[in-house]
């Protein structure tokens, strides 16, 4: 057995390839991957054109450091800026150090309004990632469990729960900011209405409150608009990035505007990897690529295909609560846990997800094609209808 820590229940196959939205195993055996690394491949494998970008940044440059200007991390984040509307960008490695520079920004804030202890309103099955305080501001005890103490300043409301807000609005003195994903992937794809993300843009006007998405899952165009929020109109004060933004390379990012913008002060947070050259070319490769191609479009025409789809095939079937999501993130509720679905689904040459026991993920890569997308419900709608025994 290889010396590796026990933190994941790996499936018994390894990739040695891959090309647009396929796989390839040891085996030679080919898969359909409607996975996308969760959410990190948006290009699929072996994009030509990332390929290219990062064969030429190899043998240029990988690595300098912050402490020197950067010109490839300076013109991401002009365009993730412009792309946001946004002031200013903080890069980092993954989607819990992105969340992790929210938060500290969240209590600089409040720290700079006078209070001494601040909170920040986090949500029922919210994910954030497994740092202390992103773990702490997860709403899954399985996620906490074992790792207590942890950090304090978090308040949970139920999502999509406008109510809850404003009572802890009305009660809690402490709060400084509410922290959110505008559609929550572990939790079981989950998506928040669009007038409950425009009535917190409200409630953290009113109370000045930092408004912090979380779109390390949902963002880079998988829903259709570049960040999720987008859908609902509004601008948040923080917003974070990961996952998709580098199509496999890593780097996060998290931005800030308004009232959150120029908290942070030389020495106050750092990272020796965040934004090197490597990884901000992959991204800024990653974003032409998404918007010369125009994959936003085709997320939100190929998202409604396979839900339409699989909403037919599973037509009438006892035990599918739903099929919902939002373009290439998709949600099948079923009435009971249905882990198993994963290694029936890779038996049959697709590669899946079920995240909160109960609901098998979509988020295949941006690049998929019609006919992929096809295959994807061929294969899905009847494995479902087996599993349930309809
Ligand atoms: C919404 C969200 N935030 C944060 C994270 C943590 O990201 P990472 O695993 O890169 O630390 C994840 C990972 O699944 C996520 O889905």
């Known amino acids: 057995m290889p010396h590796l820590m026990n933190t994941y229940n790996r499936q ?16 030679g055996r080919s898969y359909l991957d409607a996975l996308a690394g969760v959410a990190v491949n948006t290009l699929g494998h072996a994009h030509p054109r990332l390929v290219a970008a990062l064969t030429e940044q190899v043998g240029r440059l990988i690595h300098a450091s912050n402490i020197y200007r950067i010109r490839e991390q300076e013109t991401l984040s002009d365009r993730l800026a412009q792309l946001a509307g946004m002031d200013e960008v903080f890069f980092c490695n993954s989607g819990c150090e992105a969340n992790e520079a929210a938060i500290k920004l969240a209590r600089l804030f409040g720290h700079g309004k006078g209070i001494d202890n ?13 740092t202390l305080a992103t773990l702490s501001a997860t709403g899954s005890r399985k996620v906490q469990a074992g790792f207590e103490p942890l950090v304090s ?7 999509d729960d406008l109510a809850a807000v404003e009572q802890v609005a009305a009660n809690n003195p402490n709060v400084v900011a509410i922290l959110f ?26 109370r000045n409150w930092l408004l912090m998405v979380d779109e390390v899952q949902c963002g880079i165009g998988r829903t259709g608009v570049w960040f999720a929020h987008q859908h609902s109109g509004i601008r948040p004060d923080v917003m974070t990035l990961a996952k998709g933004l580098g199509g496999g390379v890593p780097i996060g990012a998290c931005l800030t505007a308004g009232p959150a913008a120029g908290l942070f002060k030389p020495g106050n947070h750092g990272s020796t990897f965040g934004g ?3 990884a901000c070319v992959a991204a800024l490769t990653t974003l032409d690529v998404v918007e010369h191609d125009g994959l936003m479009a085709r997320a939100t025409a190929l998202g409604a295909a396979i839900r339409g789809g699989l909403r037919e095939a599973l037509d009438g079937v006892a035990g599918v609560v739903e099929v919902r999501g939002d373009g290439l993130m998709i949600g099948i509720e ?13 038996e049959a040459g697709l590669l899946i997800n079920v995240t909160a026991d109960c609901v098998v993920r979509l988020l295949p890569p941006l690049v998929l094609s019609d006919a992929e997308a096809r295959q994807m419900v061929d294969v899905l709608g009847p494995l479902i209808r087996g599993f349930l025994g309809a």
Do not use: K
């Not at 300043?153 to 999502?159: A, E, L």
């Not at 994903?181 to 009113?206: K, S, T």
């Not at 009971?336 to 029936?344: A, I, M, Y």
């Open 118 to 130: 601040p909170a920040v309103i986090v949500m029922e099955h919210a994910f954030h990632g497994r």
């Open 334 to 346: 079923l009435d009971r846990p249905c882990g198993d679905l994963v290694n029936r689904a890779r």
């Open 181 to 206: 994903e505008p559609i929550q992937g572990e939790g079981g794809v989950n998506l928040a209405h669009r007038e409950y993300v425009r009535a917190l843009r409200r409630i953290c006007d009113q």
């Open 276 to 278: 090197n050259p490597l």
């Open 153 to 159: 300043g978090f308040v949970r409301v139920p999502f």
């Open 12 to 27: 018994p196959v390894a990739f040695t390839h891959g090309e647009g939205c396929r796989l390839f195993d040891e085996q």
